[in-house]
C-alpha cells in the first residue's frame, strides 16, 4: 500500500465503449481537428453546439460527466483569471459598471465569457481524450502517426520509447519518493511543518537521494536493454499491431461531420 | 524507554475501494532495554507497525505510548517525541544526500535544533558507535562508499539524534555474509553498551533467533504468536499457521521430531543440536 | 565445435585516469559448457559482477579473450548473435523491467530482434508458461512481488531461446519466497538443457551448482565442485564463506561418527538421509 496506489496516472478511466475501442490514432486526430475548428467557432450557439457534441460523446463513452468536469479542475484558476483580464481591460463597446479606474464594458464581458468557454471546451476535448485512452496507447499511437518523420532525422521511436519507460517508472519512483520523505521526516526533515522556507530546505533531502535513484536506475536499466539487444528504433518490429478498423473511418466522418455542423451553425446563427 | 501499542488499528485508504485493514486491534508492549524480534509474511503489517511507533503515521485508533506519553494525542508536539523513536527503513543508505559523511550525519542532530558543538560531538560519537573511523570517513562524499560503509552512515545518521528505542527494518538486506555479520556484530553491540532498546524486523529466522531475547510474529495484521524465542520457535506447525518457518537447526530437529525421534526443538547453536542428534543416533544402536 | 564459452587469461581493468590501474580481474581462465551449472562466489568487491558482464560483450576484457560459441565478443559485428546467445538476468528487479505490462515487456527482446509479429506473440506465451507467470500477462510491475519480477526477467530472457543465461546476484534484493520462487526456476531451466551462470554471495545457492569458481580480489581461489569447498576450510574462512547450517551439521555429525555420506546439498536430504540410517542399525 503506498503512494502509487493512490495517485492515479493521468485520468484514464478502462472502459468497453465504443470510443475506447477506437485506434489512438483516430481519437489523436479528431480532437485536433475538433481543436483547430474551435478556434473558427465565434458565436456563443457554435459553442453551445459543441459543447452539446462533447456531451454526447462523453455519455457514449459511459464515463461519469464528473470525471470530464474535473478535468477542468487543474485550470478553473486560469479560466477565472482570463475572464477577469478581458472583462476589466478590454475598449470596446459600452461602459455598464465603473468603479474608481476598474472599468466593464458590454463587449467586453461579452469577449470575457467567449475567450473563458473556449479555453473551457478546448480543456474538455484533451481531457475527453485521455478519459478514454491510456497513456501508453498515447504514446503507442504517437510513435506510429509521427514516425514518418524518422526521415527527417527526427528519432519518433526514440522519444516514444522515453515516454513509455517513463510511464513504466512513475509508480515505482512514487513509491521511491514516499519512502524517502518518510525516512527524512524521521530524521526530523520539517517536511510536514514549519513554513515555506524551511520545507524547501527539507526538499533537499528528498531531491538528491532520488536523483541519485533515478541516475542509477538510468543506467542499470541501459546495461539490461542492451543485454537483451535494444539498438534504437532500427529494424524493431511490435508484438502488438494497431489496425485501423471501419469503425475508425466512420468515427473519422462523423467527427469531421460534427466539425464542419458546427462551423455551419456558426455563420448561419445569429448571436 | 518503554513502548506501549494500545488497540492499534490503522486502514489504509478509507472509504475508497482499495480499503485495506493493515493492522487490526494489535497491543504491545516494549520494555527498556529488550531485544525483540518482530516477523510476519509480506503484508502482515510490519512496516506499517513499525511506522505507527514512531509517529510517521497515526493510527485510525488506539495509542502509542513512549514512557506513558501519548503520542496520538493531537495536543502533544509530536515531531520531537517520534524522534526519539528511531527508525532505520530498509536500505536506509538510499537516503544519503549530503556532500560529506559528517554533514549527512549532522541533519538529525541540527533538525534537532541543537548547538554546533553538540552536533559535531553526536557526529563523531555516532561514527564511532557504527565502527567507522571519524578520521577516515568524516570528510568522504557518501555516493563514494562502499554499500556496507554506506548503509553504517545512514545508522550513524539516526543514532546521531541518540534514540532511546531503535527499530531496524530488514538491516541486513542486500549484504553479503560478512557484511551481514559485521552490521549484526554492530547492533548487537549497541544493544549491550548503550542499552537502547531494539526492534528488528527481518525475515530471516536464523539472523532473529540469534540476536533476539522475544519474538512477535504478525499475520494479516493481528498478533499471531508472541514470547520468548525458545518458546515462539518451538512448533513448525503454529508457525506454518503465521507464514513462517523455523529457523535451519529447530527446522531439521523438528523433522526429526516428526519421523519419531525424541529431540528439542528449539536448539539455534549448530554443536548443541550436532551433540543431542548424535546422542540420539547411537542411543538407537545400543 | 562444442558450443561453450572460453574465457583465455581475461583480465579486467576499469579505466582510472588518475591512479595506477586497478585490476577487479586477473588472468582467469574458464570454461562453461552447454548445459553446466555453474557458480561464480564471492564477497562484494571480488570482481564477480564483472565477470558476468564479460560473457555477453557487455564489458570487454583488457587482456586475454572471450569466446561464445566461437565467437570473439571484441568482434562489434556478432554482438546481436552473441547477447542473444547469452541471455542476463539482473540484481534489480525493477531496473530491468521496460514494458508498462509483463508480456510487453517479455516481448521486449524480440521486438528489438526484429521478429515477426506472430512469432513474438507465440514465444511470449511459451515463455510464460514455461516460468508459471501467464496469469500476470496484463499487470503492471509495480504490483508484482520482487520474486514475480525476477521471473519475468527470466522469462524475457527466455523467449530469445539462449544457449546461456547468466544471472547476477538474482536474489540477494529479494525475501526467501522469492528466492525460493527464483532458485526453483533457475533449476527448472536448467533441467531444460540451458546452461546456468550463477553469481551469487550465498552458499546455500552455490551448493545447487555443479561446479563452483570462488572469486577473491579478482583472481580465481577455487574452482571444483561444491562438495570439494565445504573441505576446504582455510579457504573459505579467507572468503568468508561460512557454511550454511545443515552441511555443517552434517559435518560434525560425521565427525561424532555418524556414517553420512560426503556431500549434502539440502537441508531435506539430511533428515532422509539420518532418519534412513537409524532405521538400518
Avoid at chain 2, 555474509?177 to 529466522?205: A, C, F, Q, W, Y
Avoid at chain 3, 546461456?164 to 531451466?189: A, K
Wanted: with cysteine.
Amino acid at each position: 500500500m503506498a503512494l502509487s496506489d493512490v495517485v492515479t496516472l493521468g485520468q484514464y478511466i478502462p472502459g468497453d465503449s465504443l470510443l475506447h475501442r477506437l485506434d489512438p490514432r483516430t481519437k489523436f486526430l479528431a480532437a485536433t481537428a475538433l481543436t483547430i475548428l474551435l478556434f473558427f467557432v465565434t458565436k456563443v450557439t457554435g459553442y453551445l453546439f459543441f459543447l452539446a457534441i462533447l456531451l454526447a460523446v462523453v455519455t457514449a463513452s459511459g464515463i461519469p460527466l464528473r470525471f470530464l468536469l474535473r478535468g477542468l479542475r487543474p485550470i478553473l484558476f486560469l479560466i477565472l483569471f482570463t475572464f477577469i483580464v478581458q472583462a476589466l481591460f478590454s475598449q470596446e463597446g459600452n461602459i455598464i459598471l465603473q468603479w474608481g479606474f476598474l472599468v466593464i464594458r458590454d463587449e467586453g464581458l461579452w469577449k470575457a465569457f467567449f475567450m473563458s468557454f473556449r479555453l473551457t471546451l478546448l480543456v474538455l476535448v484533451t481531457t475527453l481524450l485521455t478519459l478514454v485512452t491510456s497513456p501508453i496507447d498515447l504514446t503507442d499511437g504517437l510513435d506510429r502517426l509521427f514516425s514518418f518523420l524518422h526521415v527527417f532525422r527526427i528519432p519518433v521511436h526514440e522519444i516514444a520509447m522515453m515516454m513509455t519507460i517513463a510511464l513504466r517508472f512513475i509508480p515505482t519512483l512514487l513509491d521511491e519518493t514516499d519512502t524517502i520523505v518518510k525516512a527524512q521526516i524521521s530524521r526530523g526533515a520539517p517536511l510536514d511543518r514549519g513554513n515555506i522556507f524551511r520545507r524547501l530546505r527539507g526538499f533537499v533531502a528528498v531531491l538528491i537521494p532520488l536523483f541519485v535513484s533515478a541516475f542509477r536506475r538510468a543506467d542499470e536499466l541501459a546495461q539490461a536493454m542492451e543485454a537483451r539487444c535494444y539498438r534504437g528504433g532500427e529494424g524493431r518490429t511490435r508484438m502488438r499491431s494497431m489496425v485501423l478498423h471501419w469503425t475508425d473511418l466512420w468515427a473519422a466522418l462523423g467527427a469531421l461531420a460534427l466539425g464542419l455542423a458546427a462551423l455551419a451553425f456558426n455563420w448561419l446563427a445569429v448571436p | 524507554m518503554r513502548i506501549e501499542a494500545e488497540h492499534l488499528t490503522y486502514i489504509y485508504g478509507p472509504g475508497l475501494p482499495w480499503e485495506k485493514r493493515a493492522l487490526d486491534d494489535v497491543s504491545l508492549q516494549f520494555e527498556e532495554g529488550e531485544f525483540v524480534g518482530l516477523v510476519g509474511e509480506t503484508g502482515s503489517g510490519k512496516s506499517t507497525l513499525v511506522q505507527l511507533l514512531n509517529g510517521l503515521l497515526r493510527p485510525t485508533s488506539g495509542r502509542v505510548l513512549l514512557d506513558g506519553v501519548d503520542l496520538t494525542d493531537k495536543k502533544a508536539p509530536i515531531w520531537k517525541a517520534r524522534l526519539q523513536v528511531g527508525l532505520v527503513f530498509q536500505f536506509p543508505e538510499s537516503q544519503l544526500f549530503a556532500e560529506t559523511v559528517a554533514e549527512d550525519i549532522a541533519f538529525g542532530p541540527r533538525n534537532l535544533g541543537l548547538s554546533r558543538q553538540e552536533v559535531a560531538k553526536r557526529v563523531e560519537e555516532s561514527l564511532l558507535k557504527v565502527g567507522l573511523e571519524p578520521a577516515r570517513f568524516r570528510q568522504r562524499s557518501p555516493f563514494t562508499l562502499s554499500g556496507g560503509e554506506k548503509r553504517l552512515v545512514a545508522i550513524a545518521g539516526i543514532l546521531a539524534m541518540e534514540p532511546r528505542v531503535l527499530i531496524v527494518d530488514e538491516v541486513t538486506a542486500g549484504l553479503d555474509p560478512r557484511g551481514k555479520r559485521d552490521i549484526l556484530t554492530r547492533i548487537k553491540l549497541l544493544h549491550r553498551n548503550e542499552r537502547v532498546t531494539v526492534i528488528m524486523v527481518s525475515h530471516d529466522m536464523d539472523e532473529i533467533a540469534s540476536l533476539v531475547e522475544r519474538v512477535v510474529v504478525l499475520k494479516g495484521g493481528r498478533i499471531c504468536r508472541q514470547g520468548l524465542t525458545r518458546e515462539v520457535f518451538s512448533d513448525e506447525e503454529s508457525l506454518a499457521g503465521c507464514g513462517i518457518q523455523l529457523p535451519t537447526i529447530p527446522h531439521i530437529l523438528s523433522s526429526l521430531v516428526k519421523a519419531g525421534w525424541s529431540l528439542p526443538v528449539s536448539i539455534f547453536d549448530v554443536r548443541e543440536a550436532a551433540r543431542l542428534i548424535a546422542q540420539e543416533y547411537h542411543d538407537g544402536i545400543i | 565445435m562444442t558450443p561453450k564459452i572460453v574465457l583465455e587469461g581475461v583480465s579486467y581493468c576499469y579505466p582510472d585516469p588518475s591512479a595506477s590501474p586497478v585490476y577487479a580481474l586477473s588472468s582467469l581462465t574458464l570454461e562453461v559448457k552447454a548445459g553446466d551449472f555453474l557458480c561464480i562466489l564471492g564477497p562484494n568487491g571480488s570482481g564477480k559482477s564483472t565477470l558476468g558482464r564479460l560473457f555477453n560483450a557487455l564489458l570487454l576484457p583488457t587482456e586475454g579473450s572471450v569466446q561464445v560459441d566461437g565467437m570473439d565478443t571484441r568482434n562489434t559485428a556478432l554482438l546481436w548473435t552473441i547477447r542473444t546467445r547469452v541471455g542476463m538476468v539482473f540484481q534489480n528487479p525493477d531496473n530491468q523491467i521496460v514494458g508498462t505490462i509483463v508480456e510487453e515487456d517479455i516481448a521486449f527482446g524480440l521486438e528489438n530482434l526484429g521478429i515477426p509479429p506472430i512469432e513474438i506473440r507465440a514465444r511470449v506465451d511459451w515463455a510464460m508458461d514455461k516460468v508459471g507467470i501467464s496469469s500476470y500477462a496484463k499487470h503492471p510491475p509495480n504490483l508484482l512481488s520482487g520474486g514475480q519480477k525476477q521471473r519475468v526477467a527470466i522469462a524475457g530472457v527466455l523467449a530469445m531461446k539462449p544457449s546461456y543465461i547468466v544471472l547476477d546476484e538474482p536474489t540477494s534484493l529479494l525475501d526467501p519466497n522469492g528466492r525460493e520462487e527464483v532458485l526453483r526456476t533457475i533449476q527448472e531451466l536448467h533441467g531444460e538443457g540451458i546452461a546456468v551462470v550463477l553469481i551469487t554471495h550465498r552458499m546455500e545457492e552455490a551448493m545447487l551448482a555443479s561446479r563452483l569458481l570462488v572469486l577473491e580480489k579478482g583472481e580465481a581461489a577455487f574452482l571444483g565442485d561444491p562438495a570439494q569447498l565445504v573441505e576446504e576450510d582455510e579457504l573459505r574462512r579467507h572468503a568468508h564463506l561460512d557454511l550454511p547450517p545443515a552441511i555443517r551439521l552434517a559435518q560434525l555429525l560425521r565427525e561424532g561418527g555418524i556414517p553420512l555420506p560426503s556431500f549434502l546439498s539440502r537441508p531435506e536430504e539430511l533428515t532422509r538421509t539420518l532418519c534412513a540410517l537409524k532405521r538400518n542399525t
